[in-house]
T-cell receptor, first 114, second 112 residues
Framework: DTGVSQDPRHKITKRGQNVTFRCDPI?????LYWYRQTLGQGPEFLTY????????KSRLLSDRFSAERPKGSFSTLEIQRTEQGDSAMYLC????????????FGPGTRLTVL | GQQLNQSPQSMFIQEGEDVSMNCTSS?????WLWYKQDPGEGPVLLIA?????ELTSNGRLTAQFGITRKDSFLNISASIPSDVGIYFC????????????FGKGITLSVRP
């Protein structure tokens, strides 16, 4: 399977704990996006990378959130001091710049903060 | 943040019927995409439209990119039970940041 993969698929944590999610994009894709989706809503943009450079962050991304893509391949999204409002599905998508920039999504990580 | 307009929130149809979904925006996009999402899974790309006025088919699905670049529609013909799911439209301005702007989605139920 050469699609986008995410790990873990589900994470339950207690308020105040730190969590980290991983995304592996489609191998030849140079752009990687993170989105957050809450119940009854469409995904909302959080941040994106072109190769290893983080080029834009949404105002939704508070200072408790940090994302990295150190070698321009996989990416991690860390949430520090989780709050109940962080409970959501975190989605990763990748695309190839210039090839329509069409984004393909992974299966998501469902975060529940107790 | 901005979201595209999709309505109604839910649609109920009989197996075999055709269904059409519309998506509108106050802003122009240069790409429109339609995704389907099953519970607990990520969105799966159905159709991508890259040019105003473009009409594209993928099996029983047909989608069009509105000529004003502010709307798109998706048509599903001869619906089957596995068409059940949430259908999202997304607009994209390709360039420096090609982030997607999504609608709230339409939940489709198909009665056998």
């Amino acid at each position: 399977d050469t699609g986008v993969s995410q790990d873990p698929r589900h994470k339950i944590t207690k308020r105040g704990q730190n969590v980290t999610f991983r995304c592996d994009p489609i191998s030849e894709h140079n752009r990687l996006y993170w989105y957050r989706q809450t119940l009854g809503q469409g995904p909302e943009f959080l941040t994106y990378f072109q190769n290893e450079a983080q080029l834009e962050k949404s105002r939704l991304l508070s200072d408790r959130f940090s994302a990295e893509r150190p070698k321009g391949s996989f990416s991690t999204l860390e949430i520090q001091r989780t709050e109940q409002g962080d409970s959501a599905m975190y989605l990763c998508a990748s695309s190839l710049q210039g090839a329509g920039d069409t984004q393909y999504f992974g299966p998501g990580t469902r975060l529940t903060v107790l | 943040g901005q979201q595209l307009n999709q309505s109604p929130q839910s649609m109920f149809i009989q197996e075999g019927e055709d269904v059409s979904m519309n998506c509108t925006s106050s802003s122009i996009f240069n790409t429109w995409l339609w995704y389907k999402q099953d519970p607990g899974e990520g969105p799966v790309l159905l159709i991508a439209l890259y040019k105003a006025g473009e009409l594209t088919s993928n099996g029983r699905l047909t989608a069009q990119f509105g000529i004003t670049r502010k709307d798109s529609f998706l048509n599903i013909s001869a619906s089957i039970p596995s068409d059940v799911g949430i259908y999202f439209c997304a607009g994209q301005l390709t360039g420096a940041n090609s982030k997607l702007t999504f609608g709230k989605g339409i939940t489709l139920s198909v009665r056998p």
